[in-house]
């Protein structure tokens, strides 16, 4: 499960912006290349964070479609996964951009410090 791969570094990312605070809310932004299941994410983040600032915080995901632009008919469209074909002709020759971000949004910081 790679979740624990991303979601130690989104842990990194949360620990220093808490700066000891507690924190109830996190949304990341991840790209969809990475394939990542909302269940299984919240699942990893759970024990990741496990005793520290960012315990039983909430995960908000949100998800950022890559961009697939074919080079046969000129199509652009959002992309799922690396294998994507085009939606336009089904040429699988496309180019994929974006989709591969993985970024900490925000943090929303406990009510009672
Ligand atoms: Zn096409």
Same mark, same amino acid.
């Given at each position: 499960?790679?979740?624990?791969?991303?979601?130690?570094?989104?842990?990194?990312?949360?620990?220093?912006?808490?700066? +000891?605070?507690?924190?109830?809310?996190? @949304?990341? @932004?991840?790209?969809?290349?990475?394939?990542?299941?909302?269940?299984? /994410?919240?699942?990893?983040?759970?024990?990741?964070?496990?005793?520290?600032?960012? !315990?039983?915080?909430?995960?908000?995901?949100? /998800?950022?479609?890559?961009?697939?632009?074919?080079?046969?008919?000129?199509?652009?469209?959002? $992309?799922?996964?690396?294998?994507?074909?085009?939606?336009?002709?089904?040429?699988?020759?496309? !180019? /994929?951009?974006? +989709?591969? !971000?993985?970024? /900490?949004?925000?943090?929303?910081?406990? $009510?009672?410090?």
């Amino acid at each position: 499960m790679h979740e624990f791969g991303l979601c130690e570094g989104i842990l990194g990312a949360v620990e220093r912006r808490a700066a +000891g605070r507690r924190v109830s809310r996190v @949304r990341v @932004r991840v790209g969809t290349l990475h394939q990542v299941v909302a269940p299984a /994410l919240d699942q990893a983040f759970a024990m990741v964070s496990a005793g520290g600032v960012a !315990e039983d915080a909430g995960v908000d995901l949100v /998800l950022v479609p890559a961009t697939c632009r074919c080079r046969t008919c000129g199509h652009e469209g959002d $992309a799922e996964d690396v294998l994507a074909v085009c939606a336009g002709c089904g040429s699988p020759d496309v !180019e /994929l951009s974006g +989709g591969d !971000e993985l970024t /900490l949004e925000s943090i929303e910081l406990a $009510a009672n410090q």
